[in-house]
């Protein structure tokens, strides 16, 4: 007896008889071979298989009715949406989108500005206490100007007082040393006019000892100038 094999679903059914594929309920396009058969063939084009096949009727859409209708015009009726006409929602939803729209744009950009302006707070903040650590640092050098200045000032009143007292010593000095010449040179006169009651080696070492004084009191005079010379000139330049 012959036996058929099934291909459906992915999956291969048999050996079945012919009896049986009845039961399986096989349609001209369930693939069947069976032995002898090269290949596997839609079970309509088997003949043997016709009387066990399954008739599917054709599909409603192929059905015409060719009985007469009679149509009602009916007036559309409006579509609505929530209550509303399509344009009328469509125009209100456009409306409330664009008014979210501005009312989120409009806080992105308050919180910017706001942003910003605590940015700028910040920074005028910091610009100030630089400024015044600024200023401070101005203050003290200015007050460090001025306390050398005075400091300066006071060591260069101390030196002219110094210098100015120092000039009318060595001018007292210079006064008495002078008046010491004029009497030395007097006395030497004196002494190289005065013979009597003297010897020759008396004489000339008394001449000596007054010319020693008169050398003496001259080397004391120019120091005393020069010193006095270089005083007014350090006075003149510090005045």
């Not at 100038?225 to 005045?239: A, S, T, V």
């Amino acid at each position: 007896m012959k036996k058929y094999f099934l291909h459906r679903n992915n999956e291969t059914i048999g050996p079945l008889a012919l009896e049986e594929l009845s039961k399986n309920q096989i349609t001209s396009f369930t693939p069947v071979w069976f032995e002898g058969m090269e290949n596997w063939k839609y079970a309509g084009e088997i003949t043997e298989l016709k009387s066990v096949l399954v008739i599917i009727p054709p599909p409603i859409h192929t059905f015409k009715d060719t009985a007469p209708v009679h149509k009602t015009q009916r007036k559309p009726e409006p579509t609505t949406v929530l209550g509303m006409s399509k344009n009328a929602f469509w125009g209100i939803s456009v409306f409330v989108i664009l008014v979210i729209g501005t009312f989120i744009f409009d806080t992105y950009q308050q919180k910017r500005s706001d942003e910003l302006e605590q940015k700028n707070k910040k920074t005028e903040i910091e610009n100030q206490q630089f400024l015044l650590q600024q200023k401070e640092i101005e203050n003290q050098k200015t007050l460090l100007a001025e306390q050398e200045r005075i400091e300066a000032e006071r060591l260069t009143n101390e030196r002219k007082q110094t210098i100015s007292k120092r000039l009318s010593e060595i001018q007292n000095l210079l006064l008495e040393k002078k008046a010491n010449l004029e009497e030395a040179k007097s006395n030497l006169t004196k002494t190289k006019d005065f013979k009597l009651l003297r010897t020759t080696t008396e004489r000339n070492d008394e001449l000596s000892t007054i010319q020693a004084a008169i050398d003496l009191l001259k080397e004391d005079i120019d120091k005393l100038e020069e010193e006095k010379n270089q005083l007014n000139l350090e006075l003149e330049r510090i005045q």
